[in-house]
C-alpha cells in the first residue's frame, strides 16, 4: 500500500498552534504517504484535530507556525509543484480545499446544510471545483452518491439533510467531501456519532473508497477499536506531541511506548465496541492542559513505568526504533529500549 | 439551575457592562427619592425673572424653564413620577403575568392553549393606539397610567414564565417530585417557582425599562401626567416650542430618560448573562 | 415566533380576528361613554334648539341602544361604510385613505434604513462575535432601542434644522415647493428618526440568527470543501439567518406605527398617526375607531400574510 521510499503526499514538520496562550499543538511532525489511511490516536484535548484543522487552514484566531507541505499532484491533468500550506494566501487555499485535501466531522446534520436539498449541495462542490454543467453535473452527482453506496441516489437528491437517516448523512458528507477526486482526506471522528452497525458500515465505505481511488487518508478517533479496523499506520498523539508512529500491524502487536500500551490494554476490542461499549477508556488521571506540561516527558505523571531519571530530567526525543528493514518506527520514550517485551 | 446570589452579583460587577447600571439603578432611585430635600429650589417654584436660564446660570445646575422653575428640581420630582409608574407597573404586571404564564405551562391542555395563543395575538397589536385610547379617554392621573401600562405589558412576562414553566417542569427532579405524590401546590412553591424567578426579574427589569418609556410617551402626547405634576415625559411637552432658543429644556429631561432607560435595559441583559454564564459566550 | 407549525398560524389568525372584534367592542363602548359628546360640537351653534339637537342625535343614531350602535357600526366597517368625521362629516375611508400615502412612505423610508442598518450590525456582530465589535453593535442596538422616539426627533431637528439649517423643521413639503428634492428634504429626518428607532427590531434577531448558524459546522464543512467565502456569507449564513426574518416582520409593523404615531406628531407630517391623534384631541370619535380598527386590520393581515409567506419559503416547513 504505501511506498515509503516516495515523497509523502504531506509532510508536517514543527508544527506549533497557539490561540494566544500556551502551544495546544507542540512541534508537531509526521508524514502521510500516497493513499495511505493514518489513524491519528488520542485523547480529547491530545491536539489532533487542531492540528489537522491547521493544516486544512480552518482555524480562526490562531498563530500556527511549521510546515505543512503538500506534494504535487496530477489533480486536473497538468502536473502541480509542490505546496506549503501554512501561511498559503486564503484564495489559493480556498483552491485546494475540496479539490486536493478535504475534510469531513463527527456530526453530519450540522454539517449539511439544512437549506438545501443534497443534489443542491453536491452541485454547489461541483460547479466550485469542476466546469462540469447540465447533463454531466447530473450523471456525477448521481454516480457520487453511488459511489458512497446511497441506494435510491436519484430520489436521494431531492431530499433535505433532516429527511435522512445518520449513517444516510455521512454517506452524503462523504459523497460531497470525494466529489473533486481530492488526494487526502481528514476524517474528523466520522463515525462517533453514529450508531454502532453504521460505525461499521462507514468505516468499510471509506477503506473501500481508498482502494478504488488511491485517496489518502488522516482518520483522527479516540477509538483505538475503530483506527485498527481501518488504519495502515497508527500516530499516537500526547498533549500535542507525537509519541508513537508505526505501521498498524506493528502498533497493534507490540507498542514500544507505555502510553500506548496503556490505551491498548484499557481499549476494548473490536467487537466490545460495536457491541456499544464505546469509547476508550483512558489510563488513570488526566492528560496536562496545555499550560502544565512541563520539560520533562508528558506522560511521566500517569506511567506506571516512570524513573527520575531519565524520565523526569528531560522531553525524551521521539527516536527511530525500527530494526532493519522493518518499516518506519519512532517513540518519545526515554526507557523504550529497558521496557521492550 | 439553583443561583447563588454572590455569585451572581460577583459576575455582575465583573464587568463594566454589568458594573456601571448596576450602581446607576439605585443612585437614580434614591437621588429621585430624596429629590425635594436635596433641593435649594422647589419643583413648583416660579421665579419669573429667572426664567429659561441655560444651565449652571444664577445658582441653577441644569438652568430654569419657561417660568423660572428649577430645571433640575423639575428632573428629580419627575423621575419620583417616572419611575414610581414604571416600578409599580412592573410589580403588577409581573405577578399577572406570571401567574398567568405559570398556570399556561403548568398543565397542558385548554388553559394553556387559550392562553398562548391569546397572548401571541395581543403581542401583535399596536398597543401605542390603544394605550393612547384609554389614557385619553380615562380620567388622567398616576393610577391611571400605571395601570393601562400594566394592561399592556404584562404579557411579555408571562410569555417567559410559560416557556420556564413548561423547561423546569419537564426535569427530571421534578418529575421524581411529583411521582413522589407531592401536591401541585408543593411543586409550584417549592420547585417551579425558584426555579422561574431568575428569568421573570430578568424579564422585569427590562420591562420596568420599557414602562419608563411608555410614560415618556403618553405624557409627551399630552394624556400622562398632568401639568403642573412633573414626569419626565410632561417635561418634554412644550419643549418643542423652545427648541430654537433654549434646547436644554427638551435635550436635559430626555438625556435623562435615555441614560435610564439604558441602564435598566443594560442591567437585564447583564442579569441574564450574570444569571446563566453560559449565555455569554455564545 | 419560530412555531413552524402551519395549523398554529391559521389558529393564530383566528384567534387574532376574535381579538379585533373584542377590542372593537371595548373602543366603541369605552369611546361612547367617554366625555366629550359628540353633540357638543352642534350645541353652542347659534339658534340651536333641543328639538333639532335631538333631530341631530337621531340622525346619527345616537338615540338607539349601545348594542345596536355597535352592530350598525360593525355591519359599515364591513360593508366599507366606516362611518363619518364630526369634524366635517367626511368618511372616516376616505380620510384613513387619505392620509395612507404620507404615512406608507415615510413607513418605507425608515424600513429601508432600519433594515439595511439592522441587518448590517447584526451580521457584524454575529461574524465577530464576543470581540469589541459585538460589544460596540450590542450597545449601539441597546441605545436605539431606549429613546423615546420624540426625544430623538426633538434632537435632529436641533441639530439638523435649527442649527446647520440642512433640513427643514417639518411637513410635507414647503409651499409653493413640489419638486423631488424638496420633498426629499422633508422626509429625511422623520425618516431617520423612525428608522433609527426600529434599528434594534432587526440587528437582534439577526445577531441571534446568525449567531445560531455561525456556530453550527456546516459552515466549517462548507469552507473545508472549498466553497468560497462570499458564497459562503451570501448562500448560507444570510440566507439561513434571514428565513426566520420574515415572520420578524410581523413584529415589525406594530413597532412601526407605533414609532410613526409619534414622528409624525413631532414632524408634523400628515399621515395616519398624526390624524389618529388630532381626532383624538377633538374628540373625532368614528375616526379615532377608525384608525384603531384600520391599522389592527393592517397588522393583523401582515402578521399573517408574513408567517404563510415564511411556510412557502422555508423548505423545512414545506416539507
Redesign the interface.
Given at each position: 500500500m504505501t511506498d515509503r521510499n516516495a515523497a509523502p503526499l504531506l509532510s508536517v514538520r514543527n508544527l506549533t498552534v497557539s490561540f494566544g496562550g500556551p502551544d495546544i499543538v507542540d512541534d508537531l511532525s509526521f508524514d502521510i504517504g500516497q493513499g495511505e489511511i493514518v489513524a491519528l490516536v488520542g485523547e480529547s484535548g491530545s491536539g489532533k484535530s487542531v492540528g489537522s484543522l491547521a493544516v486544512?487552514g480552518?482555524l480562526e484566531n490562531a498563530t500556527i507556525q511549521g510546515s505543512a507541505c503538500l506534494s504535487g499532484g496530477v489533480g486536473s491533468g497538468e502536473q502541480e509543484a509542490s505546496t506549503e500550506l501554512i501561511g498559503l494566501p486564503?484564495r489559493r487555499l480556498?483552491?485546494?480545499?475540496?479539490?486536493r485535501i478535504?475534510?469531513?466531522?463527527q456530526?453530519p446534520l450540522?454539517?449539511?446544510?439544512?437549506?438545501?436539498?443534497i443534489g443542491g449541495q453536491i452541485r454547489?462542490?461541483l460547479k466550485?471545483?469542476t466546469r462540469l454543467t447540465g447533463v454531466a453535473l447530473h450523471s456525477r452527482s448521481i454516480a457520487l452518491l453511488e459511489q458512497v453506496g446511497i441506494v435510491d441516489p436519484e430520489g436521494c437528491l431531492a431530499l433535505?439533510p433532516?429527511?435522512l437517516s445518520g449513517g444516510m448523512r455521512q454517506r452524503v458528507?462523504i459523497a460531497?467531501?470525494i466529489?473533486?477526486e481530492p488526494d487526502l482526506l481528514?476524517a474528523d471522528e466520522p463515525t462517533t456519532a453514529l450508531d454502532v452497525t453504521v460505525q461499521a458500515q462507514v468505516l468499510r465505505l471509506l477503506k473501500g473508497l481508498r482502494d478504488q481511488t488511491g485517496m489518502a487518508m488522516v482518520f483522527i478517533t479516540h477509538n483505538l477499536a475503530v483506527a485498527s479496523a481501518i488504519a495502515d499506520r497508527v500516530i499516537v498523539l500526547y498533549a500535542g506531541q507525537v509519541v508513537e508512529d508505526a505501521p498498524a500491524d506493528v502498533f497493534f502487536r507490540r507498542p514500544a511506548m507505555p502510553y500506548s500500551r496503556a490505551l491498548l490494554s484499557a481499549a476494548p476490542r473490536l467487537e466490545a465496541v460495536l457491541a456499544g461499549y464505546g469509547h476508550l477508556e483512558a489510563p488513570r488521571g488526566q492528560v496536562p492542559s496545555p499550560g502544565q506540561r512541563g520539560t520533562a516527558c508528558r506522560f511521566a505523571a500517569r506511567c506506571d513505568d516512570v524513573r527520575d531519571t531519565p524520565c523526569l530530567a528531560s522531553m525524551p526525543p521521539l527516536v527511530s526504533i525500527a530494526a532493519n528493514g522493518e518499516a518506519h518506527h519512532t517513540v518519545r520514550c526515554a526507557r523504550w529500549e529497558e521496557l521492550a517485551p | 439551575m439553583t443561583v447563588q446570589l454572590p455569585s451572581v452579583l460577583r459576575r455582575l460587577l465583573a464587568h463594566p457592562?454589568g458594573m456601571v447600571p448596576t450602581l446607576y439603578v439605585p443612585t437614580i432611585i434614591v437621588l429621585c427619592g430624596l429629590g425635594p430635600w436635596l433641593l435649594p429650589f422647589g419643583e413648583l417654584h416660579v421665579d419669573l425673572y429667572h426664567r429659561f436660564l441655560p444651565p449652571l446660570g444664577n445658582g441653577h445646575l441644569l438652568g430654569t424653564d419657561e417660568i423660572g422653575r428649577d430645571v433640575l428640581s423639575r428632573v428629580l420630582m419627575g423621575g419620583r413620577v417616572s419611575l414610581l409608574v414604571g416600578l409599580v407597573s412592573t410589580a403588577i404586571s409581573t405577578l399577572i403575568g406570571t401567574t398567568v404564564g405559570i398556570v399556561a405551562g403548568y398543565h397542558a391542555g385548554l388553559a394553556r392553549f387559550l392562553i398562548t395563543?391569546?397572548i401571541?395575538?395581543?403581542?401583535?397589536?399596536?398597543?401605542?393606539?390603544?394605550l393612547?385610547?384609554?389614557a385619553?379617554?380615562l380620567h388622567p392621573g398616576i393610577g391611571t397610567i400605571i395601570g393601562i401600562i400594566t394592561l399592556v405589558s404584562w404579557m411579555e412576562v408571562a410569555r417567559v414564565a410559560q416557556s420556564q414553566t413548561r423547561i423546569v417542569r419537564r426535569q427530571d427532579y421534578v418529575t421524581a417530585v411529583v411521582a413522589m405524590g407531592a401536591g401541585d401546590a408543593q411543586v409550584l412553591f417549592r420547585e417551579i417557582l425558584p426555579n422561574i424567578l431568575p428569568a421573570i426579574i430578568v424579564s422585569a427589569t427590562l420591562n420596568i425599562?420599557r414602562a419608563i418609556?411608555l410614560e415618556?410617551?403618553v405624557s409627551?402626547?399630552g394624556?400622562g401626567i398632568q401639568p403642573p405634576d412633573a414626569s419626565w415625559?410632561n417635561l418634554?411637552n412644550n419643549?418643542?416650542e423652545y427648541?430654537?432658543s433654549d434646547?436644554w429644556l427638551?435635550?436635559i429631561p430626555?438625556a435623562v430618560?435615555?441614560l435610564t432607560?439604558?441602564m435598566f435595559?443594560?442591567l437585564g441583559?447583564a442579569l441574564r448573562d450574570a444569571i446563566d454564564p453560559s449565555r455569554r459566550?455564545? | 415566533m419560530g412555531n413552524g407549525n402551519l395549523l398554529y398560524v391559521l389558529?393564530?389568525g383566528g384567534?387574532?380576528i376574535l381579538?379585533l372584534l373584542l377590542?372593537s367592542m371595548a373602543?366603541f363602548t369605552?369611546?361612547h361613554?367617554?366625555?366629550g359628546d359628540p353633540l357638543s360640537q352642534f350645541t353652542l351653534a347659534p339658534g340651536m334648539t333641543a328639538e333639532r339637537l335631538a333631530q341631530i342625535a337621531h340622525g346619527m343614531g345616537l338615540d338607539q341602544p349601545l348594542w345596536r350602535q355597535y352592530l350598525h357600526w360593525l355591519h359599515g366597517i364591513m360593508t366599507g361604510d366606516w362611518g363619518h368625521s364630526f369634524r366635517d362629516q367626511s368618511p372616516v375611508l376616505g380620510i384613513i385613505v387619505s392620509h395612507l400615502t404620507a404615512t406608507i412612505e415615510l413607513g418605507l423610508a425608515a424600513l429601508g434604513i432600519s433594515f439595511s442598518l439592522g441587518l448590517g450590525m447584526g451580521l457584524m456582530g454575529a461574524l465577530r462575535?464576543?470581540r469589541a465589535v459585538d460589544?460596540v453593535t450590542s450597545?449601539i442596538s441597546?441605545?436605539l432601542?431606549?429613546?423615546?422616539?420624540?426625544?430623538l426627533g426633538?434632537?435632529f431637528?436641533?441639530i439638523f434644522s435649527?442649527r446647520l439649517q440642512w433640513f427643514p423643521t417639518g411637513n410635507f413639503s414647503s409651499p409653493g415647493d413640489r419638486s423631488i428634492v424638496g420633498y426629499l428634504r422633508h422626509l429625511a429626518l422623520p425618516a431617520l428618526t423612525l428608522g433609527l428607532v426600529s434599528v434594534p427590531v432587526w440587528s437582534r434577531y439577526m445577531r441571534t440568527f446568525a449567531?445560531e448558524i455561525l456556530?453550527?459546522?456546516?459552515i466549517?464543512?462548507?469552507?473545508?470543501?472549498?466553497?468560497?467565502?462570499g458564497?459562503i456569507i451570501v448562500?448560507?449564513l444570510l440566507?439561513?439567518a434571514l428565513?426566520p426574518m420574515i415572520p420578524v416582520a410581523?413584529?415589525y409593523?406594530?413597532t412601526l406605527?407605533?414609532g410613526a404615531?409619534?414622528t409624525e406628531?413631532?414632524f408634523s407630517w400628515p399621515g395616519i398617526g398624526r390624524l389618529?391623534?388630532d381626532s383624538?384631541q377633538y374628540r373625532d370619535y368614528p375616526v379615532?375607531m377608525g384608525?384603531?380598527m384600520f391599522?389592527?386590520i393592517l397588522?393583523?393581515v401582515s402578521?399573517t400574510l408574513a408567517e404563510l409567506l415564511h411556510h412557502v419559503a422555508?423548505?423545512?416547513l414545506r416539507?
Open positions: 486544512m480552518l486564503a480556498r483552491a485546494l480545499r475540496g479539490r478535504s475534510m469531513i466531522f456530526d450540522s454539517s449539511l446544510d439544512p437549506l438545501q436539498t454547489e462542490v466550485a471545483h433535505l433532516q429527511r458528507m460531497l467531501a466529489a473533486a481528514f | 457592562r395563543t391569546v401571541d395575538a395581543v403581542l401583535c397589536f399596536p398597543v401605542v393606539f390603544l393612547l385610547t384609554l385619553a379617554v425599562a418609556l415618556s410617551y409627551y402626547l394624556y415625559g418634554l419643549a418643542q427648541l430654537e434646547p427638551a435635550i430626555g430618560i435615555v432607560v439604558v435595559n443594560l441583559d459566550s455564545s | 389558529r393564530l384567534v387574532k381579538l377590542v373602543g369605552l369611546l361613554l367617554a366625555p462575535a464576543g460589544d450597545v441597546i441605545i432601542f431606549s429613546l423615546p422616539t420624540f426625544w426633538l434632537v431637528i436641533y435649527v449567531g456556530k453550527q459546522d456546516q466549517r464543512t462548507a469552507r473545508a470543501l472549498g466553497l468560497s467565502s458564497r448562500h448560507r440566507r439561513g428565513l410581523g413584529i409593523l406594530p406605527l407605533s404615531l409619534v406628531t413631532v389618529f391623534l383624538l379615532v384608525v384603531l391599522s389592527a397588522v393583523l402578521s422555508d423548505p423545512r416539507a
